[in-house]
């Protein structure tokens, strides 16, 4: 009796780990889920309080991942932004769907002007603790983080292998331009998303990043979903209570459409990037830049596929995931502590008295979110900055409205082999941040909306400690 018992418990093993053998290293399943907000009173926290019309709907889009016994959730939202505890409320509950943790989802905003900002901190400030209009933004967030939580439930059982991912690049034309336009005297103009100024439009483009990255997951020959990143405000036009998904989500959908594959859309670092020289800011701007945005994004699918490069276009990476290591798929985090910015309009004293009732009230809005996130940060909050390593791949996940030099940053500092695709707008409660240099400028925008002092050191410190770790293999 106890040798046929231990001949089954053996053939029990053994079976066990065939079947350990032959899961697969890597899983991966797609979910999506639509966000559009109602017409009527708008949740946003005040940029849009009326929404008259929806255009196009809004839609949070991901892929949720396991390997090595991890679970890994990467969400791009069709939303302006989420601030603060919103931003918790809706990685909690995806976390909380997928089986995992708040710190291993990277939910990402597209930054569509066109589109909601979500801060409940704020709206509390501005409205009280027992408003009408908290009760109903609390009740919006919770309805869409479920909305994206459920999504991600129904996906989980439809996880597939994959076998190979690809990493490929497009040079994107006539899309992207600096926001801060040098003049001889050293100042600075502002070049908005979209100008009608003859100046603005024709001087240069400045620094950008002009390539457009995709990450394509392979089940065999059949890609199974394609992730998109390039760094630029994406909106064309906004500001009329219209709910549209704009120039990336139109072209995301085409290239969904074309293919049949499903698509994701990142903005990258596009804080001091828009669209500007090339968008007079009416529709038929938008069709055309939707037209080079789709054609950047088909371009890479297409060598991602197989298909020849020139010189517009880049096979960077093929990543056999059967050969990868396990500590070749890891997910990696870092802190990055933002300070309070406390000079000027943004001392304590000064946005007490922009709170105050009678006020007007895009300034109480603007000393609302300015002191929720200053709360947050007095409270010991730090900003997580997160990685996913993909054997030579690396999706690099950051907080609110990053300059582009940080997304070069990355690049420049990660392994000679790396591919690096860099996602900006994770939570948006300190909005802009770029280099110690803006604080010194003599004109530019980006810096009356920067709720951090000098950061460019921890930044670049951060992604240091990320990518090198990736170069080193380590977990």
């Known amino acids: 009796m106890a040798y046929r018992m231990a001949q089954m418990i053996m053939t029990w093993l053994m079976t066990a780990a065939a079947a350990f053998a032959a899961e697969p290293g890597l899983q991966l399943a797609t979910f999506r889920a639509d966000v559009t907000p109602p017409i009527g009173d708008g949740p946003c926290v005040g ?110 059982p439809k996880l597939k292998p994959v076998t190979r991912i690809v990493g490929s690049r497009a040079k994107a034309e006539r899309l992207a331009s600096n926001r801060r336009v040098p003049q001889p005297d050293g100042s600075l103009l502002v070049r908005g998303s979209g100008t009608r100024d003859p100046k603005l439009q024709e001087a240069p483009e400045g620094l950008i990043d002009p390539w457009l990255r995709t990450v394509t997951f392979f089940d065999a020959e059949r890609p199974i979903a394609q992730l998109h990143y390039y760094a630029t405000h994406p909106m064309s036009f906004y500001g009329d209570a219209r709910i549209s998904c704009d120039v990336p989500g139109l072209a995301r959908q085409r290239l969904e459409q074309e293919t049949g594959v499903f698509q994701i859309y990142f903005t990258g670092c596009g804080g001091n990037i828009g669209m500007g020289k090339y968008n007079d800011a009416t529709r038929a701007a938008r069709e055309q830049l939707t037209d080079r945005m789709f054609d950047a994004m088909r371009r890479s699918a297409r060598v991602a596929a197989g298909g020849e490069a020139s010189e517009t276009e880049k096979l960077d990476a093929t990543v056999e995931v059967q050969s990868l290591k396990p500590a070749e798929i890891a997910w990696d985090q870092a802190d990055l502590r933002f300070t309070v910015r406390d000079d000027g309009p943004f001392s304590a004293v000064a946005l007490r008295e922009k709170l105050q009732a009678g006020r007007p009230f895009a300034e109480r809005m603007t000393a609302a979110m300015w002191s929720a996130w200053a709360a947050r940060l007095n409270a010991g909050h730090r900003v997580s900055v997160s990685r996913l390593k993909l054997g030579a791949l690396q999706l690099v996940h950051l907080p609110g409205e990053p300059f582009v030099e940080f997304q070069l940053f990355a690049q420049q500092v990660a392994a000679a082999n790396s591919f690096v695709c860099v996602a900006g707008y994770g939570e948006c409660g300190v909005w802009y941040y770029g280099p110690d240099s803006i604080f010194r400028d003599r004109g530019g925008y980006e810096q009356s909306w920067s709720l951090t002092g000098p950061c460019q050191a921890s930044v670049e410190a951060v992604l240091k400690q990320l990518l090198a770790s990736a170069a080193a293999g380590t977990r």
């Open 47 to 156: 940029f849009m309080p009326k929404v008259e019309s929806v255009e196009h709907p809004l839609e949070v889009r991901g892929i949720v991942m396991r390997a090595n016994g991890q679970t890994f959730v990467i969400a791009a939202l069709d939303y302006q932004g989420l601030c603060n505890s919103s931003d918790d409320e809706f990685r909690r509950r995806m976390a909380d769907a997928a089986g995992t943790t708040p710190g291993r989802v990277a939910l990402q905003s597209l930054h569509q002007h066109s589109a909601p900002v979500l801060d409940s901190g704020a709206v509390r400030l501005l409205h009280g603790d027992d408003s009408e209009p908290l009760r109903q933004h609390l009740a919006f967030t919770t309805k869409m983080a479920e909305r994206a939580a459920i999504a991600i439930r129904e996906a989980l």
